[in-house]
Nanobody, 123 residues
């Protein structure tokens, strides 16, 4: 069982930056592709970004491309989401996800999920 613990959310003004962190309990962290999703109340969970187990491959939703960067450090069993030029429409609960298959992480079918972390961007 992989446990994912997120941190780093909060309130920021439009144009500002935040960095989300996700720490995994799994010692074989480097076996997992990792991703970030977000969800607003009453809406479906939305894909944000994914990174392969070795950090070589990344993929982003068009809405965040260029502004957000996903990265990982397998030695620290951690993945991050650097969010720049934040907009009010980025306000959501952000979730970290893990799965052994990269192709699965871009869907909402990942095997493991974090508890969610609120990001609020004020205008």
């Amino acid at each position: 069982q992989v446990q994912l613990v997120e941190s780093g959310g909060g309130l920021v003004q439009a144009g500002g930056s935040l960095r989300l962190s996700c720490a995994a309990s799994e010692r074989t962290f480097d076996s997992y592709a990792m991703g970030w999703f977000r969800q607003a109340p009453g809406k479906e969970r939305e894909f944000v970004a994914v990174i392969s187990w070795d950090g070589v491959n990344t993929y982003y939703a068009d809405s965040v491309k260029v502004r957000f960067t996903i990265s990982r450090d397998n030695a620290k069993s951690s993945v991050w989401l650097q969010m720049n030029s934040l907009k009010p429409e980025d306000t959501d609960v952000y979730y970290c996800a893990a799965d052994r298959q990269y192709a699965v992480v871009v869907t909402t079918q990942s095997a493991y999920w974090g508890q969610g972390n609120q990001v609020t961007v004020s205008s």
